[in-house]
Each structure stands twice: as structure tokens, then as C-alpha cells.
């Protein structure tokens, strides 16, 4: 099995910041791809912003300029730094990650989630 586990959501004020972390752990053998999603009550699930394992990074058009995201192989952990954040940045946010387990088979995952509010 592979777990994630996010950290670091919370209230903030808008123009505010924030920064997520997600960490892997369990029969992984590599991580490919890493990425931040988000879902707001009554929306589907979108990209936010996701990861190689190389470092090629790929935003949403609304969040760029003020997220970074970014990993440690190392550690298997990935971060969302999240700046000038906007009511609309409201949202539970997950993070996902594919790659192989040890016994070499794919695996394309999802953390329980974190809360992210933005409110004066």
C-alpha cells in the first residue's frame, strides 16, 4: 500500500499564504508524478498544480503567480506553497501521486485531504 498524508491547510485572510505538504510513504519504488487538486462543495475535483519527477511543473491559469509547488525525492514529499490567496482559493485540497510499488505494479493514489478557507 501507499499512503499520503496532507498537512498545513487551515484558515487564512485573504492575500494571506499558506503551504501544504504531502507525504508518501509505504511499497513505493517510485514516485512519477505528484500534484495538488482541490474541490469545493457542489465543484468537481481540479488540478491545482502536479509535479514530474524531473521537476517539470504544470499550474492551473488561476493559480499562477502566486502557487509553487514543489518535491524532495528524498523525503517523497511534496509541497504547495500558496501566496495572495483569494476567497475563491476556499477549498478542501488533495494530493495525489503515481509511480511503482516495489512489487512492480502501478499505483495512482490520493491523500484524505486538507482544508484550505480563505475568509476575513
Known amino acids: 500500500q501507499v499512503q499520503l498524508v496532507e498537512s498545513g491547510g487551515g484558515l487564512v485572510q485573504p492575500g494571506g499564504s499558506l503551504r501544504l505538504s504531502c507525504a508518501a510513504s509505504?511499497?513505493?519504488?517510485?514516485?512519477?508524478?505528484m500534484g495538488w487538486y482541490r474541490q469545493a462543495p457542489g465543484k468537481q475535483r481540479d488540478l491545482v498544480a502536479a509535479i514530474t519527477s524531473g521537476g517539470s511543473t504544470n499550474y492551473a491559469d488561476s493559480v499562477k503567480g502566486r502557487f509553487t509547488i514543489s518535491r524532495d525525492n528524498a523525503k517523497n514529499i511534496v509541497y504547495l506553497q500558496m501566496n495572495s490567496l483569494k476567497p475563491e482559493d476556499t477549498a478542501m485540497y488533495y494530493c495525489?501521486?503515481?509511480?511503482?510499488?516495489?512489487?512492480?505494479?502501478?499505483?495512482?493514489?490520493w491523500g484524505q485531504g486538507t482544508q484550505v478557507t480563505v475568509s476575513s
Open positions: 509505504g511499497v513505493i519504488f517510485s514516485i512519477d508524478d
Open positions: 495525489n501521486a503515481k509511480g511503482i510499488t516495489i512489487r512492480g505494479t502501478d499505483y495512482d493514489n
